[in-house]
């Protein structure tokens, strides 16, 4: 599920330091590529991975248990399955 986030909140600024030779081979494209916007979904992209991994780790104790539990006694429902 993607983060949700205000895509009509106000923009901010935000300094970057980027390899020259990728800005430069950059140069003749830029016309053709809004780069506030790629940098805006790689943050999206990015803020996700990190809430799901901050998730997991905060979840660990309880997804290992439920994992354990589904090993001894099985999936519910799993007596119906007719394969």
């Known amino acids: 599920m993607p983060t949700q986030y205000d895509t009509t ?10 390899n020259q030779d990728l800005l430069d081979r950059l140069e003749p494209y830029k016309q053709q590529v809004n780069l506030s916007a790629h940098a805006e979904q ?8 990190l809430e799901s991994r ?3 780790e905060r979840n660990a ?3 290992t248990a439920h994992g354990r539990d589904i090993a001894a006694t099985g999936l519910a429902g799993a007596e ?3 394969i």
């Open 9 to 18: 909140a106000q923009k901010g600024r935000l300094s970057l330091s980027i």
């Open 42 to 49: 790689l943050f999206a992209r990015m803020l996700e991975e």
């Open 54 to 56: 901050a998730w997991a």
């Open 61 to 63: 104790e309880s997804l």
């Open 80 to 82: 119906f399955d007719r």
